[in-house]
């Protein structure tokens, strides 16, 4: 089993930042791909940006290239997002994901943590 626990997550204001950790324990040496999901209250889960094993190539949602950073701890399967220039449009649960391949699509993910909320306020 994998578990994923994420932190960081709280209240600020627009054009603040923020930075999510997530991380990972159990039997991780087949999770070769890890990313972060969110999803606003009465809208679907979307991608907003995924990570390699080796840490070397992040890839991310349009919407929040420039703002938003992933990356991977080289000593243990940990994984953040580093979030600036917030708007309110980004509140919503930001949640943690792995499975085999990284790809943009949820469906392809098999491990999740519980998620951790974000509120950016005007």
């Known amino acids: 089993q994998v578990q994923l626990v994420e932190s960081g997550g709280g209240l600020v204001e627009a054009g603040a930042s923020l930075r999510l950790s997530c991380a990972a324990s159990g039997r991780t040496s087949s999770m070769y791909g890890m990313a972060w999901f969110r999803q606003a209250p009465g809208k679907e889960?979307?991608?907003?940006?995924?990570?390699?094993?080796?840490?070397?190539?992040?890839?991310?949602?349009?919407?929040?290239?420039?703002?938003?950073?992933?990356?991977?701890?080289?000593?243990?399967?940990?994984?953040?997002?580093?979030?600036?220039?917030?708007?309110?449009?980004?509140?919503?649960?930001?949640?943690?994901?792995?499975?085999?391949?990284?790809?943009?699509d949820a469906r392809n993910y098999i491990y999740w943590g519980q998620g951790t909320q974000v509120t950016v306020s005007s």
């Open 45 to 104: 889960r979307e991608f907003v940006a995924g990570i390699t094993r080796s840490g070397g190539r992040g890839y991310y949602a349009d919407l929040v290239k420039g703002r938003f950073t992933i990356s991977r701890d080289g000593a243990e399967t940990t994984i953040h997002l580093q979030m600036n220039s917030l708007y309110p449009n980004d509140t919503a649960v930001y949640s943690c994901a792995g499975g085999v391949l990284p790809t943009r």
